[in-house]
């Protein structure tokens, strides 16, 4: 009998906690995008999660913006969520991203990348990239460095003023290019293409958009291929540290 009350109760606890977050999904959602519209500002709740902080919840906002909110949505937080233990203080928030990121990754096809492939691979990043930035033309200038550690670089376009600037043409350009390895590195150290190849059907545009689904906001961004930002620009021996590849 103590055994079936035992997961009898279990059961009860359970189906009452499954129902607190429901009710407080439902009363985030109603509160804080109602106090959008007071503001004038619109938004759609998307998504409403559990943390593992107690009366916290994490929040989506138009399938994009994340924010923390308490479980009636009278409050709102922005900013990173820390688990601090014995073994340290862990990132929960960049852990959520990577693993969300590490998704849309997954279906990338790297064949429509700008890769420069390491002879003796050890790991892989994806990096977005515009001509006209100077850390990237800096970061590019230490390429072969980069490839020397183990590092394959994938290059994905990421022009800041848009598909259509004219860095967004010269990147357009570097796609179309015969050898796109070598009309990258003229890119970064000429500003220009000697010679412009024929228009063809190129990735900037739908790469431009990913960067901005993964929160890119400047270059150069550097991504592991499981999801985890690593930064702006590195030094080659830095970025080897931070992929594990050396001490």
């Not at 138009?62 to 340290?88: C, H, M, P, T, W």
């Not at 930035?133 to 390429?143: A, N, S, T, V």
Request: hydrophobic content about 40%; proline content about 4%; glycine content about 10%.
């Amino acid at each position: 009998m103590g055994k079936v009350w035992m997961r009898g109760g279990l059961a009860v606890l359970l189906l009452a906690v499954l129902a607190g977050v429901a009710q407080a999904s439902t009363d985030i959602k109603r509160n804080v995008e109602r106090a959008l519209r007071a503001e004038g500002q619109g938004g759609v709740v998307t998504s409403v999660e559990p943390t593992p902080m107690a009366g916290l919840f994490e929040i989506e906002l138009n399938g994009k913006q994340r924010y923390y909110a308490s479980s009636d949505g009278s409050f709102l937080i922005a900013g990173e969520l820390f688990k601090v233990s014995e073994q340290g203080v862990k990132n929960l928030t960049e852990e959520g991203e990577a693993a969300r990121r590490a998704q849309q990754l997954a279906k990338l096809d790297l064949s429509q990348s700008v890769t420069f492939p390491a002879a003796n691979q050890k790991a892989e990043v994806l990096v977005f990239t515009d001509p006209t930035c100077g850390y990237c033309q800096k970061m590019h200038r230490e390429i072969e460095q980069i490839n020397a550690l183990g590092i394959t670089v994938h290059y994905m376009a990421f022009p800041r003023a848009g598909a259509n600037s004219p860095s967004g043409k010269l990147m357009e350009q570097v796609w179309c290019a015969d050898d796109s390895l070598a009309a990258m590195t003229e890119s970064k150290t000429r500003g220009r293409l000697a010679t412009a190849p024929a228009p063809c059907s190129n990735p900037v545009a739908r790469q431009l958009e990913l960067g901005h689904q993964l929160g890119v906001n400047g270059t150069p961004a550097v991504f592991s291929l499981d999801g985890q930002q690593l930064g702006g620009y590195l030094p080659a021996e830095q970025l080897a540290r931070r992929l594990g590849v050396t001490r």
